[in-house]
């Protein structure tokens, strides 16, 4: 527990009456806030959602329970853009949350900038092509990869709303 930077969402109701971003949805309200939450406060947050928004990716961030972190599946590519799905432990308190979505984000703008990425077998492709690290990860334990620049993404993040670095136990996401 991490009570030195505990984030609530007083204004959720003020909140939720902002515009929402056209290409980062939920289903889930309150993840909405929290995104919402996150771009007022992390200008990195902030940006990526921007660089999202001008590509042709949306992106679903959808709540899970128990997976310490989250992930990120690519789901279709049709005529009116790319749709990928981030799963994102919801049970995190909000920093961490927050930090875990940025890095999911950060890999939804790496694809944005990948046009040949247009299913899983491609997306894996891609991946695996510049080398990014290989590992296993996830409930079935298939292969995923990870990217430095996520990397960099959850600490900044994590640092631009707590004012101090990721702690010691460090957060768990995978691509
Ligand atoms: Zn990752």
């Known amino acids: 527990m ?3 930077c505990a984030l609530t969402l007083l204004l959720a109701a003020a ?3 902002l515009p929402t971003s056209a290409h980062v949805r939920s289903t889930d309200r309150r993840l909405i806030d929290w995104i919402q939450e996150g771009r007022r406060r992390s200008p990195t947050l902030g940006t990526l959602v921007d660089v999202i928004e001008a590509s042709d990716v949306f992106v679903y961030v959808e709540p899970a329970r128990r997976i310490g972190g989250g992930y990120l599946q690519f789901v279709d590519a049709t005529p009116h853009g790319r749709y990928v799905r981030v799963t994102v432990d919801v049970e995190l308190d909000a920093p961490h949350l927050l930090a875990v979505i940025a890095h999911e984000l950060r890999h939804a703008v790496e694809i944005a900038e990948a046009p040949a990425i247009v299913d899983a077998m491609s997306l894996e ?5 510049f080398g990014a690290r290989r590992r296993r990860c996830g409930r079935d334990r298939t292969a995923c990869y990870e990217t430095a620049a996520a990397m960099q993404t959850t600490a900044l993040v994590f640092r631009e709303i707590c004012g101090r670095s990721v702690p010691p136990d460090g957060l768990r996401t995978d691509p």
């Open 125 to 129: 492709s891609y991946y695996a092509g």
């Open 15 to 17: 909140l939720s009456a």
């Open 2 to 4: 991490h009570a030195a």
